[in-house]
């Protein structure tokens, strides 16, 4: 989508959110201008597996992995509307068969409290959780990630035109998957 587009889907009255770079100041301006403020702050952190198993401790949930079946889809269907208020099917059919992204899909006890994407390189995202005391507030979770060793590699920011989800329960993949 080219600027012209976007400023006329934004001029149609529509919803708008997107992801972009927080060092991108132009695009951040033109965006405000058409209605979409900053709303969330969005970090890609990096550590060595080793460094960061040596450092977990507590109660763990038990996870499985994701797979394109309607117990699943409808799992994190139900989890994604409590958490953002929309439905990603699409997005997870299409993460689930691509064989480059590993799906788990995460249980306490039996039942399904959330999901998570791991690409090849460790990143993780999207992650979604039922509960906001699962995964913690995301000042909880940015404290816990740097107290674990982790190192802010890439900034962003979530922009959109109304508040919407609760960044308690979701964290994002990245500017193509919100």
Known sequence: MNRREF????GGGRRGG???FT???????????????PRLPIYNF???RELLMDRLKGAQLHYAPLEDKASHLHSVAHIDEQALGVSREKHHRYLINDSGVRGVIF??????????YISPDGHVGPLSVAEPKILG??????SIA???GMRITFPMVLVST????????????NPGFL
């Open 46 to 48: 990096k550590v060595a």
């Open 7 to 10: 400023i006329t889907l934004l």
């Open 162 to 173: 109304h508040e919407f989800g609760s960044w308690a329960q979701y964290l994002p993949r």
């Open 137 to 142: 507030a995301s000042d909880v979770a940015l």
């Open 18 to 20: 997107l992801i972009t």
């Open 107 to 116: 249980y306490a006890d039996d039942n399904c409290v959330g999901y998570a």
């Open 146 to 148: 740097v107290d674990h």
């Open 23 to 37: 060092f991108n100041t132009v695009s951040q301006g033109l965006y405000i201008r058409h209605g979409m403020f």
